[in-house]
T-cell receptor, first 115, second 113 residues
Framework: GAGVSQSPRYKVAKRGQDVALRCDPISGHVSLFWYQQALGQGPEFLTYFQNEAQLDKSGLPSDRFFAERPEGSVSTLKIQRTQQEDSAVYLC?????????????FGSGTRLTVV | GQQLNQSPQSMFIQEGEDVSMNCTSSSIFNTWLWYKQDPGEGPVLLIALYKAGELTSNGRLTAQFGITRKDSFLNISASIPSDVGIYFCAGQRSGGSNYKLTFGKGTLLTVNP
C-alpha cells in the first residue's frame, strides 16, 4: 500500500484481557519496527524485524508482549493480560533498508487504553 | 528507556514569528532526524542530517547537526497555523544497533493566527 496501515486505530481493553495489534507495512519494505509512545513522551523502541526474522526484541517491556511477522510482511503485536501501564499509542514503522539512517515511515498508530 | 533532552517542552507563538528548538544528548549520534507529529497521527520525517556541522533546509525549516555530534537544532521561519504539532528529534547510531532511533520527548508548538 501507499503507507503503513495499522488496525485497530483505537482499542479499549479491560485489565487482564489479551489484545492483538496489526501492522501492514509498505509493500517491499524489509524492515519493520514497533515503538511505544506513552502520553507526553517520544516513541520508544520495542522490537525490530528484518523480513520474518525478529532480530531485536530488547525493548519489549515484559514477557506479556509478543510480536511476530511470519511471512515477512504483516506483523502482529500481542499483549497478554493487559495492565494499566500498557496504555499507550503503539506505532508501527517500516523501512526499505535495514537501517534507520533514512528514517522510517510510521503508521498512524493504535491507541490502547486499559481500564 | 533513554530519551534525548529536547527543549523547550512547549511554545506558544504568534503567526509569522520564527521558532527555534534544540535537542541534546550525552552520547554521539551518526544521524539526526527531525519529525513532526499531528494529533492522532504517526510522526512524519521533516529533515535528516548526516554530517557534523551540516546545515539543511526544507522550505521554511532549517536544521543543523551540531559539531560535537551530540546536539541538533531546528528552526522554523515565518510560522503559519499548520505548523502546529509536536516536533521530535531522533538520533541514530552507527554499528550493531543502527536500525534503532532514540527520540526526544518532543516540543509542542502552538501557533496563534
Amino acid at each position: 500500500g501507499a503507507g503503513v496501515s495499522q488496525s485497530p486505530r483505537y482499542k479499549v481493553a479491560k485489565r487482564g484481557q489479551d489484545v492483538a495489534l496489526r501492522c501492514d507495512p509498505i509493500s517491499g519494505h524489509v524492515s519493520l519496527f514497533w515503538y511505544q509512545q506513552a502520553l507526553g513522551q517520544g516513541p520508544e523502541f520495542l522490537t525490530y524485524f528484518q523480513n520474518e526474522a525478529q532480530l531485536d526484541k530488547s525493548g519489549l517491556p515484559s514477557d506479556r508482549f509478543f510480536a511476530e511477522r511470519p511471512e515477512g510482511s504483516v506483523s502482529t503485536l500481542k499483549i497478554q493480560r493487559t495492565q494499566q501501564e500498557d496504555s499507550a499509542v503503539y506505532l508501527c514503522a517500516s523501512s526499505l533498508v535495514p537501517s534507520a539512517v533514512y528514517g522510517y515511515t510510521f503508521g498512524s498508530g493504535t491507541r490502547l487504553t486499559v481500564v | 528507556g533513554q530519551q534525548l533532552n529536547q527543549s523547550p517542552q512547549s511554545m506558544f507563538i504568534q503567526e509569522g514569528e520564527d521558532v527555534s528548538m534544540n535537542c541534546t544528548s550525552s552520547s554521539i549520534f551518526n544521524t539526526w532526524l527531525w519529525y513532526k507529529q499531528d494529533p492522532g497521527e504517526g510522526p512524519v520525517l521533516l529533515i535528516a542530517l548526516y554530517k557534523a556541522g551540516e546545515l539543511t533546509s526544507n522550505g521554511r525549516l532549517t536544521a543543523q547537526f551540531g559539531i560535537t555530534r551530540k546536539d541538533s537544532f531546528l528552526n522554523i521561519s515565518a510560522s503559519i497555523p499548520s505548523d502546529v504539532g509536536i516536533y521530535f528529534c531522533a538520533g541514530q547510531r552507527s554499528g550493531g544497533s543502527n536500525y534503532k532511533l532514540t527520540f526526544g520527548k518532543g516540543t509542542l508548538l502552538t501557533v496563534n493566527p
